[in-house]
T-cell receptor, first 111, second 111 residues
């Protein structure tokens, strides 16, 4: 069965600095990988996904994620963080039938 | 506007009193699912539905029921709620098994 881990509960960055939110996964076949964001009192919003192809995936709000097969990672990145990026971020992996979410990483961007 | 609508947003109830959380989507999506979100555990799938009259258990189905009589609606039913079902619930819809649109959530407290 597949699994996903977000090793950091909390990530703090200063506005304007680059940010990285880490995700590692375990899956038996080829993974489908996803990032979602949850703003306060809202549902999750889809950010981006990797199915196949280019290892660097671009998504909404200037975010991107890099698929690294050898390290089984799918880290979320943004070159320049905004205060409005502060939210809870979830990584997810999908096998043929099942979807698994990580526990989430709270990103705080300070002015 | 593409929407997944959940009601109610907040619900406080007592042990054993049957309740229903409604979910409706306006995108003609075939796939709908229910998740619960608990701190440190991320999202866990309760039930999902591939199409009308087709439902299946997710990872944590105990104590829940669902129905899919129409494509747009996917209510979550708790026949006899217990305190361990206190949680934040999300409905989601998509064209495939990867949830794309989420509702804004229902915060349920069972005392």
């Amino acid at each position: 069965a597949q699994s996903v881990a977000q090793p950091e509960d909390q990530v703090n960055v200063a506005e304007g600095n680059p940010l990285t939110v880490k995700c590692t996964y375990s899956v038996s076949g080829n993974p489908y990988l996803f990032w979602y964001v949850q703003y306060p009192n809202r549902g999750l919003q889809f950010l981006l996904k990797y199915i196949t192809g280019d290892n660097l995936v671009k998504g909404s709000y200037g975010f991107e994620a890099e698929f690294n097969k050898s390290q089984t990672s799918f880290h979320l990145k943004k070159p320049s963080a905004l205060v409005s990026d502060s939210a809870l971020y979830f990584c997810a992996v999908r096998d043929i039938d099942d979807m698994r979410f990580g526990a989430g990483t709270r990103l705080t961007v300070k002015p | 506007e593409a929407q997944v609508t959940q009601n109610p947003r907040y619900l406080i109830t007592v042990t054993g009193k049957k309740l229903t959380v409604t979910c409706s989507q306006n995108m003609n999506h075939e796939y709908m699912s229910w998740y619960r979100q608990d701190p440190g555990l991320g999202l866990r799938q309760i039930y999902y539905s591939m199409n009308v009259e087709v439902t299946d258990k997710g990872d944590v189905p105990e104590g829940y029921k669902v129905s899919r009589k129409e494509k747009r609606n996917f209510p979550l039913i708790l026949e006899s709620p217990s305190p361990n079902q206190t949680s934040l619930y999300f409905c989601a819809s998509s064209l495939d098994r990867s949830p794309l649109h989420f509702g804004n959530g229902t915060r349920l407290t069972v005392t």
